[in-house]
């Protein structure tokens, strides 16, 4: 079974470029999340959604979009990327009060 | 605003010891809360959740424990073994906005054989 999905792995943008994360998931979880993670720190939530249709703001959504259009995907989008979005992204997802399972992550670096 | 602290950020022990990883969180009406494992270059993995009715919760070598009162939570792995180094994360889930855990920074472990 895949569980959560993150294409691509690796990632260099140059200053402006923009780009979408893709994210899908094959266990009908309802909840899906976006996060970053940099150099020696946790994760920060950039992007939820609770369903299909359904999108919410986390803690760091400036210069982010993400859509949800089915159950299974929830690609994130970079507009005007920036050296500030260096990072790790990791996508996310759970069922009900259940536990969060994440993929692999997309290391991205902009230059 | 939930804040979640682990201390220290790093712990290295030589094999076989038994160990308590720390985390605190400053706003005790949470919903429940995990410890995940995350290897290098790696996605996170989640090793303990416990519910906010819970006090502890065990697998295998490790016991997760959950003091709401006091804002802390312990991850207790007995008898370590070099398999077990890796960064690990608590995260908290907050009561009354359901959708959004709220991550520690992590302690990264290394076990010395």
């Known amino acids: 079974n895949a569980g959560v999905t993150q294409t691509p792995k690796f990632r260099i943008l140059k200053i402006g470029q923009s780009m979408t994360l893709q994210c899908t998931q094959d266990m009908n979880h309802n909840y899906m999340y976006w996060y970053r993670q940099d150099p020696g720190m946790g994760l920060k939530l950039i992007y939820y959604s609770v369903g299909a249709g359904i999108t919410d703001k986390g803690e760091v959504p400036n210069g982010y979009n993400v859509s949800r259009s089915t159950t299974e995907d929830f690609p994130l989008r970079l507009e005007l990327a920036a050296p500030s979005q260096t990072s790790v992204y990791f996508c996310?997802?759970?069922?009900?009060?259940?536990?969060?399972?994440f993929g692999s992550g997309t290391q991205l670096s902009v230059l | 605003k939930q804040e979640v602290t682990q201390i220290p950020a790093a712990l290295s022990v030589p094999e076989g010891e038994n160990l308590v990883l720390n985390c605190s969180f400053t706003d005790s009406a949470i919903y429940n809360l995990q410890w995940f494992r995350q290897d290098p270059g790696k996605g996170l993995t989640s090793l303990l959740l416990?519910?906010?009715?819970?006090r502890e919760q065990t697998s295998g070598r490790l016991n997760a424990s959950l003091d709401k009162s006091s804002g802390r939570s312990t991850l207790y792995i007995a008898a370590s073994q070099p398999g077990d180094s890796a960064t690990y994360l608590c995260?908290?889930?907050?009561?009354?906005?359901?959708?959004?855990?709220?991550f520690g920074g992590g302690t990264r472990l290394m076990v010395k054989p």
């Open positions: 996310a997802s759970r069922a009900g009060n259940e536990k969060l399972f």
């Open positions: 416990i519910q906010s009715s819970q």
């Open positions: 995260a908290v889930r907050r009561g009354n906005a359901g959708n959004m855990l709220t």
